[in-house]
């Protein structure tokens, strides 16, 4: 069983930046892709960005693209997402998530196996 556990989230002014960081349990994190998800009240559950197993291919959602990078250190079994110039449409309770299928980029949210409690991040305007 794999645990993930996501921390880096908070308050901030909309412009600002934030890293979330998600840390893994296990021996097999390099061989998972990874991702990131969000929901904010009142709505569904968004994905937001992946990344393939090992230092691969990454995808993001078009509302995050440019401003936020996915990325991974399997030394550390820790995936990153760095967000910069924060707006107040991106608050939201940010999920990471684990796909054992590591080859493969997805958007369906189905299609991840594991995932975190979340960390909320709320930017002001």
């Known amino acids: 069983q794999v645990q993930l556990v996501e921390s880096g989230g908070g308050l901030v002014q909309a412009g600002d930046s934030l890293r979330l960081s998600c840390v893994a349990s296990?021996?097999?994190?390099?061989?998972?892709?990874m991702g990131w998800f969000r929901q904010a009240p009142g709505k569904e559950r968004e994905f937001v960005a992946a990344i393939m197993r090992n230092v691969g291919n990454t995808y993001y959602a078009d509302s995050v693209k440019g401003r936020f990078t996915i990325s991974r250190d399997n030394a550390k079994n820790t995936v990153y997402l760095q967000m910069i110039n924060l707006k107040p449409e991106d608050t939201a309770v940010y999920y990471c998530a684990g796909a054992t299928v590591g080859y493969i980029l997805t958007t369906v949210a189905a299609s991840y196996d594991y995932w975190g409690q979340g960390t909320q991040v709320t930017v002001s305007s």
């Open positions: 296990g021996r097999t994190f390099s061989s998972y892709a």
